[in-house]
């Protein structure tokens, strides 16, 4: 199974050029092929879609545990909690003990407000020799659930768990950084997509996420500047041309009317971690 989707061939010292990396990828099965589609549509902030391709890749081979996984992860920062809770149950009833779908489930539990049983379930994920950077962030999500600042250590652990344990540099700050904004924690949130931005400068999402951070640490002109970033790297980015508009004082009035009529932002609001 490939560590974190890592594509063959693309490691560092590898003499292969793109012709042997796309004959590699080709032979790829059906389902890690909608593994990997899944992975670019996550890291791009689909993550309904992304779910959708997990789903397509455990129903194609039931046996690729990573997909049931980041299935539930996906689902989660798309906030269908439900989902998440019906791919994690499943999983488990239909293979038992396997130590990432104890994450998985740890990761539902938490979100339910569960913790107890989230702990249960992540103690037995962690203590497993070939743990990997899902059962850490994972655990990182379970303790910083709690709400106590006194975790915040705990949390850290558990991240630099898992940075070493993924394979590109940047992935596993991406994904803590959402576990940050998930529960709030917007300027640690930001600290990692700097940390990760720099490995992989080229996406816009992750552009568009430090934008979202910055206003709401209140620095409109910070956050302008990422969203040009982001329109830089991919034109015509409709996230970035949004949150830009939403920083105009037109945007911040017709932010406001909806919320007071609608009870809502306006934009495409598919998760909560996808708008400021």
Not at 64 to 73: G, I, M, Q, S, T
Not at 125 to 149: I, N, Y
């Amino acid at each position: 199974m490939l560590d974190w989707l890592e594509l063959p061939g693309d490691k560092k010292g590898n003499a292969g050029g793109a012709g042997e990396l796309r004959e590699e990828v080709h032979r790829l099965r059906p389902a890690e092929e909608l593994l990997l589609s899944g992975e670019r549509l996550y890291n791009d902030g689909e993550f309904s879609l992304a779910a959708r391709e997990f789903g397509r890749a455990r129903r194609h081979d039931p046996a690729l545990f990573a997909a049931w996984a980041e299935e539930v992860d996906a689902s989660l920062r798309a906030g269908d909690v439900s989902q998440a809770e019906a791919a994690a149950t499943e999983a488990m009833n239909t293979y038992g003990q396997v130590p990432i779908f104890y994450a998985a489930k740890a990761l539902v539990l938490a979100h339910l407000g569960q913790t107890q049983a989230a702990y249960q379930h992540s103690d037995i994920s962690v203590k497993h020799q070939d743990s990997s950077a899902f059962t850490w962030l994972s655990r990182a999500e379970v303790v910083l659930s709690t709400g106590s600042p006194a975790t915040m250590r705990s949390v850290d652990a558990c991240f630099e768990n898992a940075y070493q344990r993924d394979p590109t540099r940047w992935r596993a700050k991406f994904r803590a950084a959402l576990i940050l904004l998930q529960w709030g924690h917007v300027a640690e949130a930001l600290e990692r997509l700097t940390q990760a931005v720099e490995v992989n400068p080229e996406s816009p999402f992750l552009w568009k996420l430090m934008g979202d951070c910055h206003r709401r640490l209140g620095r409109e002109a910070s956050a302008r500047e990422c969203y040009e970033f982001a329109l830089a790297r991919r034109a015509g980015y409709r996230p970035a041309l949004e949150a830009l508009r939403a920083t105009t004082l037109w945007g911040r009035l017709r932010a406001q009317l909806a919320r007071l009529f609608k009870g809502k932002d306006t934009g495409d609001s598919q998760s909560a971690i996808r708008n400021p």
